[in-house]
């Protein structure tokens, strides 16, 4: 299975933008982005994912390089619910029947 | 619409009891997952189930067997517990209508100590 790098923790102020990195320089044609998060004492929830185009959804943008080797997750305003551990995952499509393989992931705090 | 449920939420086992792990979802979706947890670190997938009638085996599963009793409901059994096995175990399912929709929803994990 394809791996990702992510760095163990990074620091945002309320309000700013958070860019969180994700390297994934095996990925092979067919594998999707994910990213989850989880907040403390639950269990992880989805964010964003996708494939080549960068993608929007309501909680974050998903920029994906043009090589498919790294991509990041950018939260526009961090708020102090936003103080997580997240995720990123590559998913095989076709047959994988959607096999998450989570690593550590990134610890985001976020001050006020 | 209650999601994900699991039950129970926490459990203490001696070494070498059993126990079934219950986690239910009333969202029709076809796909189910097992993981664990162990502190510090992410999920670890034990089994998952692609469609009623149908179970795999994932990353680590040795010493857990599981049932997807109906599309619903998909149990998760430890025959003979081991403090290894000490961890939070999570439940989830899978929605997958398209490319542009594909998320497994989580439920809130069972806190399982093994002594």
């Known amino acids: 299975d394809a791996k990702t790098t992510q760095p163990n923790s990074m620091e945002s102020n309320e309000e700013e933008p958070v860019h969180l990195p994700c390297n994934h320089s095996?990925?092979?044609?067919?594998?999707?982005i994910h990213w989850y998060r989880q907040l403390p004492s639950q269990g992880p929830e989805y964010v964003i994912h996708g494939l080549t185009s960068n993608v929007n959804n309501r909680m974050a943008s998903l920029a994906i390089a043009e090589d498919r080797k790294s991509s990041t997750l950018i939260l526009h305003r961090a708020t102090l619910r936003d103080a997580a551990v997240y995720y990123c995952?590559?998913?095989?499509?076709?047959?994988?029947?959607?096999?998450?393989?989570f690593g550590q992931g990134t610890i985001l705090t976020v001050h006020p | 619409n209650a999601g994900v449920t699991q039950t129970p939420k926490f459990q203490v086992l001696k070494t070498g009891q059993s126990m079934t792990l219950q986690c239910a979802q009333d969202?029709?979706?076809?796909?189910m997952y097992w993981y664990r947890q162990d502190p510090g670190m992410g999920l670890r997938l034990i089994y998952y189930?692609?469609?009623?009638?149908?179970?795999d085996k994932g990353e680590v599963p040795n010493g857990y067997n599981v049932s997807r009793l109906n599309k619903r409901e998909f149990s998760l059994r430890l025959e003979s517990a081991a403090p290894s096995q000490t961890s939070v175990y999570f439940c989830a399912s899978r929605l997958r209508l398209a490319e542009s929709t594909d998320t497994q929803y989580f439920g809130p994990g069972t806190r399982l100590t093994v002594l």
């Open positions: 969202m029709n979706h076809n796909s």
């Open positions: 995952i590559l998913s095989a499509g076709g047959t994988s029947y959607g096999k998450l393989t």
């Open positions: 189930s692609a469609s009623e009638g149908t179970t």
């Open positions: 095996t990925i092979s044609g067919t594998d999707y």
